[in-house]
């Protein structure tokens, strides 16, 4: 069993940053491919990264060159670096696995960009 739990999240400005962590417990995090997702109300859940088990990543197109994925798998933790910031980011941040699993979403981390 995995528990997530996402941190991070805040207020800024257009053109700020931001770094969320989803912290895991479970021995099996090693072992999956993990993502950030994120949900604007009304809206499907969308993929913004994943990143592999070796560390290989991916990015949504609108991610690309402003947001870096990274996990570190000694502290069962991964990371979303969040840079350019713009309103349109604006939504609440989940992680999971990619594919992800129902029982592991978390509550999410909430992410607000404006000025």
């Known amino acids: 069993q995995v528990q997530l739990v996402e941190s991070g999240g805040g207020l800024v400005q257009p053109g700020g940053s931001l770094r969320l962590s989803c912290a895991a417990s479970g021995s099996i995090f090693k072992s999956l491919r993990m993502a950030w997702y994120r949900q604007v109300p009304g809206k499907e859940r969308d993929l913004v990264a994943a990143?592999?088990?070796?560390?290989?990543?991916y990015y949504a197109g609108a991610m690309k060159g402003r947001f870096t994925i990274t996990r570190d798998n000694a502290e069962n933790t991964v990371y979303l670096q969040m840079t350019s910031l713009q309103p349109e980011d604006t939504a609440v941040y989940y992680c999971?696995?990619?594919?992800?699993?129902?029982?592991?979403w978390g509550q999410g981390t909430q992410g607000t960009v404006s000025s």
């Open positions: 990143i592999t088990q070796g560390g290989s990543t």
């Open positions: 999971n696995a990619q594919p992800p699993q129902l029982k592991y």
